[in-house]
């Protein structure tokens, strides 16, 4: 009987000293036993709520600009700088007419409008020699001749030469004196024959 | 039990479909439902909008109005920022002088750009009373963004990238008459307009607190 009575007192005493611990670990004690001058926090509020922030951090906000681009970056992005890269585009002061035709083009450069008549005429030219010659190996010289351009000239004139004829007039851009060959032989006279100057 | 017979009733109505419902069906404005079902093929409408108003006549003493021309090409498979350098390009010139300077442009959308520019020359010479086609402007140009398309490309390591292919708009308002020899306000003033600005200003100066 005092055995059970001894260890009951143990268990309050026990029971008491977890009762006291637990004041002070989770709370502070009742206003009566605090200290004067001593702040209390009273840790009402409960802890913050649990969010994913935590673990992911700022993940979610990723490749997102956080500040306001500026002015002068917009405009050096746009514009670019005169001292180092313009990026606004200059209109062209160099642009030569052609007398020809009239249309522009680039310095250095022949007209394209008239130089793409030119290379179609070629083709025209080097089609008809394709399918006069074909195959055949180049022995004599070649002449091509436009429209009515055969009946002026005498038989002779076609002796070493094998003729190539389109069935279509001569462009008047197309001056018969361009067909004078680079190699010629030495003249004989002094005088200037004025003749296929077209 | 239906108190009519349904067919006959349809018959009815399919006879006279075409006399009654054909009338009232090309009243309703239809612009909105396609543009609900088909936005890419939705056009900007209110630049065009300029070119029917109609002003009322103006007394002899007026300044005499220019004859203009709004016109626009929609749609145009180009990045809108990078035609905007295009556009800018023609802002202040002769119609002459814009295309000829486009066609030596090396930028995908110059060509439309100076189509435009052709097509609303020949729009003011025959719609719009401008005598001469030489005799014009460009007094607006300027673009706009157009349909988006929308994908999905794949990079290294199961990445994914959005890509967007864009369209644009570009507008070109030509006036009649000779360019201003500026176009924008914040142009390098002349060298006598300078003094006198600096003249004007030496002059404002004043002693504080006299009279």
Known sequence: MAGSLL?????????????????????FPPDGFCLAG????????????FSLKDIVGDGFVWAVPTARRTIE????????????????LKPKT??????????????????????????EETK????????????????????VLYEGEKDGK?????????????????????SKNLLQQTTQQPATTSDVKPSDLG | MTLFRTRPLLKLVSQYQSAVVLPAATKIHTSAFLQAWKP?????????????????????DEAPRPAFVCHQRSNIKYSPWKMWYIACLVRGMTVDEAIKQLK?????????????????RDLAVKEHNVEFASNLWVAESFVGKGHVVKGIRRHGRARFGRVEYFHCHYFVRLEEGKPPKHYYQHHPKEPHQQLEDWLQQMRKRKITNSI
């Not at chain 1, 001593?38 to 709520?49: G, M, N």
């Not at chain 2, 030596?104 to 609303?120: C, H, P, S, Y």
Request: proline share 8%; aromatic share 8%.
């Open chain 1, 7 to 27: 260890i009951r007192i143990n268990v309050a005493i026990q029971r008491l000293e977890l009762a006291i611990a637990s004041v002070f670990t989770r709370r």
């Open chain 1, 38 to 49: 001593v702040d209390v926090q009273e840790r009402l509020h409960q802890k913050p709520a």
């Open chain 1, 73 to 88: 970056r917009r405009m050096k992005r746009r514009f670019g700088h005169p001292d180092y890269i313009w990026k606004m």
């Open chain 1, 94 to 119: 160099n642009l030569r007419t052609c007398n020809v035709c009239g249309d522009d083009h680039l310095p250095g450069v022949l007209c394209p409008t008239c130089y793409k008549k030119v290379i």
């Open chain 1, 124 to 143: 025209v030219m080097q089609d008809a020699i394709q399918q006069e010659l074909q195959l055949s190996p180049v022995e004599k010289e070649v002449v």
């Open chain 1, 154 to 174: 005498p038989e002779e004139f076609f002796e070493g030469k094998r003729i190539v004829e389109i069935p279509k007039p001569r462009p008047a851009w197309f």
């Open chain 2, 40 to 60: 890419e093929d939705h056009e900007p409408q209110k630049f065009l909008e300029y070119n029917k108003k109609i002003y009322p006549p103006q007394s002899p």
């Open chain 2, 104 to 120: 030596f442009v090396l930028m995908k959308g110059a060509k439309d750009v100076r189509e435009t520019i052709e097509e609303a």
